[in-house]
């Protein structure tokens, strides 16, 4: 569970609050509303990485729009793009 604690606070003591983020997330408030997240930097790549890309469908290949024709759908949100993937491979 994330802490959460106001940004006159972090500033105060930014660098026990930099302790704390590798251990959990911490949410810092601003007029008491929820502004920043600080957060381990290998949380922060392991989110960026699950991003999905964006890509115009008259910029795929004949290859690449067969193989989302032949896709199935899955139920596990982790396996998304797997079965496209396998097909264009």
């Excluded at 930097?41 to 990485?49: A, G, H, I, M, N």
Aim: hydrophobic letters at 40%.
């Amino acid at each position: 569970m994330a802490s959460t604690v106001t940004a006159a606070e972090v500033s105060k003591n930014f660098g026990a609050y930099q302790d704390a983020a590798v251990r959990e997330p911490v949410v810092i408030t601003k007029n008491g509303r929820p502004r920043t997240v600080l957060m381990a930097y290998e949380d922060f790549v392991r989110l960026s990485k699950r991003d999905r890309r964006v890509q115009r469908t008259i910029d795929l290949s004949e290859a690449e729009i067969a193989a989302v024709e032949a896709a199935e759908m899955t139920p596990d949100p982790d396996q998304v793009g797997t079965a496209a993937k396998q097909t264009a491979g």
